[in-house]
């Protein structure tokens, strides 16, 4: 361990980060190491050694680089991802996918209560149910959902910093786990019984893409890139001028940043600019998102466990009751483990995370994952503001 984390500075982050993604995927291009990256693939090993940079000390746990990234590399990756989308065939999917999604919002907003029924008792701190409360907000649509119920239910920040760690630490290592299941879910959905036709209609159109493709030319860059970088800042200064909707706060001006590179992206999806994707624009947003997974995993100190080991079960505990809800549904639906996944991460990571997952089960899917999480950040003011008052009755009666 460090005394002090030896890249600090922000471009020393970003390059070291790049050099790890640049290295695990060109120790995939070797046969030899064909076995390893099968059962662990290369998003696996983006998301782990940042964490485990971290928690070394190598890296910060906490950064100005990592909101950064946040900000920029989500939009302008999810604006290519949008313009090179099958938005009717994708659409196809749209019933299952919020069912999966509601399931899991479900799965939070019963576990919640249960889980301080369960330990409330046991924490020293008499107002931990207002660190809950917030954190059901995190688990149902991301982190701004989290800040909004920790202004509505005015949790103090000395009661908070618990539960961020267990937002990261049980969020984000569920995460892992559902990228490490990606491998197996062929074996789930066999098990499972589920209907896949859909999915593999869109697969099936994704290869003849594929089967598109020519060599990238800087014209294709330059395109590539400039329109992307003109929609991530343009979308940002745009939402900075509209009104935040709510109270609490529905649409914050990120919300609205990722709406409006979205609907801009799936809108240029029917122009000609969706002929990038022959190009490799795709891969390019893919690139920034693995990027992006990177500072996801660098926040996930595996040391900082050790200081609220009870609030971390119980976190653990909550999500499995939310993982319970969703096996059920997917059971009930016959639903593939991509739904699954999908819709897990709509609630426990929002629109940042929703998509990282999706596009490692299915290339195709990221913008389902996407638009999962969208709605995730809105649904999630109101189921959580629901579970934090379910938490409240429960603390109440202990």
């Known amino acids: 361990m460090f005394a002090s984390p ?20 060109w120790l995939d291009s070797f046969e030899r190491f064909e076995p390893l990256f099968k059962y662990l693939p290369p998003v696996i090993w983006a998301y782990f050694v940042p964490m485990l940079l971290t928690t070394a000390g190598l890296t910060p746990a906490e950064s100005p680089v990592y909101d950064w990234m946040s900000a920029y590399l989500l939009p302008f990756s999810l604006f290519l991802l949008m313009i090179t989308v099958d938005l009717k065939a994708i659409l196809r999917l749209g019933p299952m996918a919020l069912f999966m999604m509601c399931a899991g919002t479900l799965g939070i907003i019963v576990g919640g209560p249960v889980v301080f029924a369960l330990f409330g008792p046991f924490f020293e701190d008499p107002v931990a149910w207002k660190g809950f409360a917030a954190l059901s907000g995190s688990w149902i649509g991301g982190t701004a959902n989290m800040v909004a119920m920790k202004q509505s239910f005015g949790t103090p920040d000395s009661t908070l910093g618990p539960l961020l760690v267990v937002d990261v630490v049980a969020g984000y290592g569920w995460m892992g786990v559902l990228i490490f299941l990606s491998a197996y879910q062929a074996h789930f959905d066999n098990w499972m019984e589920a209907d896949t036709t859909a999915m593999d209609r869109l697969n099936k159109k994704m290869k003849n893409a594929k089967d598109q493709r020519r060599p990238v030319t800087l014209r294709d860059f330059a395109v590539m890139i400039g329109i992307a970088l003109a929609a991530t800042v343009g979308a940002k200064a745009i939402a900075d001028l509209l009104p935040q909707l709510g109270d609490p706060t529905v649409i914050t001006t990120s919300t609205w940043a990722i709406l409006l590179v979205v609907t801009g992206g799936l809108l240029l999806s029917f122009t000609p600019l969706q002929s990038m994707e022959d190009a490799g624009a795709s891969r390019l947003g893919y690139f920034a998102l693995y990027l992006l997974l990177t500072s996801i995993g ?9 200081d609220v080991p009870l609030y971390l079960l119980a976190g653990i505990v909550w999500i499995l009751i939310h993982i319970a809800f ?13 739904f ?19 596009g490692v089960y299915l290339p195709a899917m990221a913008p389902v994952g996407l638009l999962m999480g969208v709605a995730g950040y809105i649904l999630g003011i109101y189921a959580a503001l629901g579970c934090g008052w379910l938490i409240s009755m429960v603390a109440v009666g202990l």
């Open 6 to 25: 030896l890249f600090s500075e922000p471009m020393a982050i970003i390059a070291l980060f790049s050099a790890v993604l640049g290295l695990v995927f």
């Open 298 to 306: 660098a926040k996930a100190d595996l040391a900082a466990v050790l």
């Open 326 to 338: 969703l096996m059920a549904a997917a059971r009930m639906v016959k639903a593939p483990l991509f």
């Open 340 to 358: 699954v996944a999908t819709g897990s991460m709509a609630n426990v990571g929002g629109a940042a995370s929703a998509p990282i997952v999706a």
